[in-house]
């Protein structure tokens, strides 16, 4: 990022082409390191001398730009990588995303990287932007107004015109940028290994990913949890939610692409903002310019306005922030001190505020000392903008940031850029429009959260680690593998023969479930494997020889292995849990309520295995339907303490499998009234043996 | 709104002071009128003569500013009434919204206006502004750097300084507008009024409202059945969706308000964009300049960054909006022109745009011509603003736009205001940020759906209408009165005795359910009322007197009116119907799937009635369950045809019985396969008259 010597493979003399673009951009912006134009047809290009090949250059050289055409692309990486150039940054397109002969090349440039030790970006990336050390190696036309000073924000982007795109945003808004880095084909240096970069620069606040899909899972993983670790928030937006968008994506860099319910979880379990649109990310990136990340939710807000107040409320209220009243006594004087004043929360100063600047400093005081709010937004909109307004009110809030430095302060305010820019210069973020701020305010306090917990990179046992056998298993085979990790099961015995059958009856002496055994055995209700209030010996014995009856008739080649006897469990909130895996993350725990919740709503949240208790819970509270499970229409509140530690323990045993591991399937897992516990009634587990034999 | 001539009563010479500033802007603006300064204590002010009274003034005056205390406030508007000036602005503050007292004062303003038909705004306003006139009668500050000229948009708000904002906004944004009417604590003129104004105002072409609360219900539905008619787009902003935006909006101006979901029914069944923010808002606004409103919501997007495309993709599928691929041979054909393209849609140009300008012509043509796509988003960031580009760029987009006038096309763009105001003059709609772009094209195809249809306003026959009994209804003489609107119900017979209890059993034949009928007796179930599952002759006999024994013991007060005897009916789905009466907007019928998904997800929506067929469908798809009706998890689709028969018979028998009715509720309701109808199991009418008597 801050190469002491550059050298441009395909320089041109022309300032406005691919290869005479960072040339310019650099000489212009003052780069303090060499440059080396390498061009075999001229002495010269913009005014440097040029070199006929990277060979001919006297120095090492740290960083080669690369803009030559595709057929010269390897000849040169190998050139670079001879000389012991550092790092190589490849503009030229037509590997991977043109098909299988480019993905051929491309898999050369990976060799090399992988043979030399020098690192590649690209190919087919806009290149870097690096402010401190004006390094410039793009062909971005963002730089034909010139660059500005370096900043708080690293944007990262596999899509190069995305990337700049963003930095020509983020410019428009005076929003400072530290680097952008666009990693193209990614065949070697990916978007993982950038964030990673990232969350140890020191000149970084914060992050700004996009990306299409992602190939190396754990290791985003790690950069995220180094991210958060460092306080670095990230925020990201993964394209391909929706159908058309997966295929654009797709269209575009063929990228292999986890599933995005997947992407989900991952930025939930690791505190990353996911965002959808750029405003939006960089609403975000903005606010956390300010390095407040507030303790709670709890929000001030005040208005000029009455009608504001009441839409920002609303806007806040759906954001999960909360519009706590302010206390009593602090309403009181506010009303004393203005008695048409609304001293609620929104804090109305009416139009009286004109008259009176010294009501914002009060208002402020009441709200940050009295009422505590971790976060403010206040309503001035054009009336902060007039020249006699702004002197005493920027000393109004000079002396209320002073005193509440660890309060996130938003105002609200529209106007000349140099007048807004004095609000900004007195430590206040400034936002046109009061929901964007809220909208803003919100992630932040969701950062805060995540900063607060632990990492997300859950330490497993290894020794619960072990291989799966390669061949399906039984439901009872299930439950064995499953009691080791500690989850949860149904008491149950198997019984081999009628006459066990009966004994086994006798001993539970309640109503039982019977249920036929066999390896790969599915859908048991449906092939009347399933016999449910059994409760005498007789009966069992009967049971045992109808069900084999049944089974010889239905799956004759199927192998059945005992019967499974079982006391019927009643009351409880029927879920379902499951584990993925995730071609891209590995395995992945499931969770949702049974029936219509599932199939119908789609009501389903995913985790990363593995995980603890605490994030258990949040994924519970993560579904629509948690409402059933806290005993809604006058049902006992379920024990999801009980329903978290299940979660977590099939966590650990996904992970513990993960390699053997094709998929777990635990439906119905009964969650009983609070302090009764919760276990799976039935459940079946695939290895990845059983899978590849089947297909 | 274009008086000839206006007095100031309170008229300052001060012009910064509520009584100087619209003066000041008048004049600095050029309003033609006559103005006439109302002053006892000054021979001029601002250098204009003054007169003691209105009473002194020699000419007509057509409107009066009234920018005096509140105690002068009445005695002024008595002398206005009696010198026959037409239309009083009243700025002062100091009445409903203070109390008691201040109530009273406003009521007498009121009284003015009735009788002497001189119309008023305000009192508590910040005034209205007239831009073709120049006819700036406000106090509110915006004006202080000058009014823009006149152009589509009228902004109509309760909230002054909202309103105010959103014209500052709009400024901001070159967003030209026509009107800002504030109607604060409408004595008289209120936000349903100025909306119907704007309705038929020859200039006005896009309505933005924002209120708090509303009072006149039947008003705001008339004024914005003629907005569609006329077909004005309306964007409303109503505050207090959440319990503190409620408390806030209540604290604010104490208006009256109806249930939040039912201002929802009104906005939905009268085709107005509900919009939460002022961006969001203002974003629509501009869009519907254009007057174009797609004729469906097929969505076409160009870009040069793949990855904005697939961003533009999620967010538009996001929205309701179809990003169909264009059509084999037009990917064909694009592929040929730029093998690098992806000509799917988003169909993306590459970087390669930069290169040949003539792609945009050959994309945007197969698009619009070929792909039919009623709506199109470009995206070209910064590039467009280079002046290479623009010069020839503009030139192919003019000849895109001639040929394809009926076209929503979006341009995303940034750059220096001159040269995005060149794409605009080109006739094309700009944004920074595509996604903005896009929800503004859904909400635009959401206009044209409305403008196509119907008036919401069904005419009722008023022949069904009549009176309800004073007093509690059973649930058999519930039956007669919905039976006679047409409402679908079980089967059922009443028996007096034991006897006609089996002769009825005997007659029908096949299991019956068995109820016990009295006036006003509630959850039958719950005090043992029913019994389900009668067969036999001597089963009813006998259950009929096991109903009238418990019946004695549970509720011995109640009247017992016989037993209601009705098949049973087995398969279906149960969903609930309802009636309640909303304070402000009258009868509204409900509907929602039974059980959790109405207790538990609160998935219930309401139209006003009365409504026709096509409204119930769109009410019957407007609930998130309604995949469990369409025939999720392999059951038969429900008979939705009848269903929506049903709620639009309900909302007959709701607006027929308005006035005398409190509620009803139909629970269950259940919706057999398709071609088998939907029938009450149950139901409660409660007449007016019987809650006003239990309370």
Redesign the interface.
């Known amino acids: 990022m801050e190469p002491a010597s550059v050298a441009i493979v395909g320089a041109s003399d022309d300032p406005a082409r691919i290869g005479g673009r960072p040339l310019r951009y650099m000489m212009e912006a003052g780069f303090k390191g060499a440059i080396y134009p390498v061009n075999p047809n001229r002495a010269t290009v913009q005014g440097l001398k040029t070199f006929p090949s990277i060979r001919d250059v006297p120095e090492a050289v740290d960083c080669a730009i690369v803009a030559v055409p595709v057929k010269f692309v390897v000849g040169t990486l190998e050139d670079c990588a001879a000389m012991g150039v550092k790092s190589a940054i490849i503009f030229s ?1 037509g590997f991977a995303e ?1 098909g299988a002969d480019g993905e051929a090349l491309q898999a050369r440039l990976s060799e090399i990287a992988k043979q030399s030790g020098m690192r590649i970006l690209g190919p087919n990336c806009i290149g870097v932007l690096s402010f401190k050390s004006r390094f410039f190696a793009t062909f971005s ?2 730089g ?1 107004g010139g660059y500005t000073e370096a900043g708080p924000l690293a944007i990262v ?6 990337g700049t ?1 963003l930095y ?2 983020a410019r ?1 808004w005076d929003l400072g940028v530290s680097h952008v880095i666009t990693t193209g084909n990614e065949c070697d240096i990916d978007v993982a290994e950038c964030i990673a970069w990232a969350a140890e620069a020191r000149e970084v606040k914060v992050i700004a990913a ?1 990306a ?1 899909g992602i190939k190396d899972g754990p290791a985003l993983l790690r950069s995220l949890d180094l991210a958060r670790a460092n306080k670095k928030p990230v925020i990201f ?1 993964k ?11 797709a ?3 063929a990228s292999l692409a986890g599933a995005d319910e997947i992407y989900d979880a991952v930025f939930r379990q690791y505190g990353v903002h996911r965002a ?4 939006e990310m960089l609403d975000i990136a903005y606010a956390c310019t300010a390095g407040i990340y507030p303790r709670d939710n709890r929000i001030g807000l005040m208005t ?8 920002m ?6 954001h999960g922030l909360d ?1 706590a009243p302010m206390p009593e006594a602090a309403q009181e004087k506010l009303k004393a001190a203005l008695p ?1 004043a ?1 001293p ?3 804090v ?1 100063t009416t ?1 009286q505020m ?1 008259n009176d600047l010294s009501l914002v400093g009060t208002n402020f005081s009441a709200m940050l000392d009295e009422g505590k709010y971790s976060i403010a937004v206040a309503f001035f ?3 902060a903008a ?1 020249p006699y307004i702004a002197d005493p009110l920027v000393k109004e809030l000079e002396s209320i940031r002073a005193r509440f430095p660890d309060r996130l302060i938003f105002l609200s305010l ?1 106007g000349p850029p140099e007048i807004v820019a004095r609000y900004r210069d007195a430590g206040y973020l400034t936002f ?2 009061p ?2 701020a809220i909208a803003a305010a919100a992630a932040l306090a969701g950062f805060a959260r995540s900063f607060a917990g632990r990492s997300s990179a859950t330490p497993l046992d290894t020794s619960l680690c072990s291989d799966l056998p390669a061949q399906a298993l039984s439901e009872w085979e299930s439950r064995d593998v499953l009691a080791a990790a500690g989850f949860p099961l149904a008491p149950a015995r198997i019984a081999n023969s009628a006459e066990e059958a009966a004994e086994i009856a006798t001993s539970y002496n309640c109503p039982l479930a019977m249920k036929i055994n066999g390896a790969g055995i599915t859908h048991k209700t449906e092939i009347g494997g399933v016999e449910l209030n059994v409760a005498t010996a007789d009966h069992a014995r009967q049971v045992y020889g109808l069900l084999h009856g049944r089974m010889k008739k239905q799956t004759p080649a199927a192998r059945i292995d005992g019967v499974i006897m079982s006391p019927m469990i009643a009351g409880g909130v029927e879920t379902i849990l499951g584990v993925q895996v995730d071609p891209v993350f590995g395995p992945a725990v499931m969770f949702g309520l049974g029936g ?1 919740f599932v ?3 789609q009501d389903v949240v995913f985790r990363l295995a593995p995980f603890g208790k605490d994030e258990a819970m949040d994924m519970i509270l993560g579904i ?2 948690v ?2 499970l806290q005993g ?2 006058g049902r006992p509140p379920c024990d999801l303490d009980a329903l978290a530690g299940a979660l977590a323990a099939l966590s650990r045993f996904a992970a513990s499998h993960g390699e053997t591991l094709a998929s777990a399937d635990i439906n119905p897992f009964t969650v009983l009234p609070k302090g009764q516990g919760a276990v799976a009634l039935d459940c079946l587990v695939v290895p990845k043996g059983a899978r590849s034999k089947e297909s």
Chains 1, 2 share one sequence.
Do not use: W
């Not at 394209?239 to 994506?249: D, L, P």
């Not at 000029?304 to 839409?311: C, H, K, Q, R």
């Open positions: 397109a043109t036309s963002t034909d982007s596999q899509s190069g015109a995305y795109h020509a945003v428009s996009y299409e937006i394209v391909g939610r929706s159908e058309e968008g997966a295929a654009a994506a269209s575009h860099t959808e649109t750029t405003e000029i306005s009455g009608g504001v107040g009441a839409l409320a609303d806007y806040a209220g759906k519009v048409f609304s609620r929360n929104p109305d139009a004109f909109t054009i009336v007039s529209m046109a429009d929901c964007r219509i199939e119908v709503f629509e339907g409402k059933i809604a229409r």
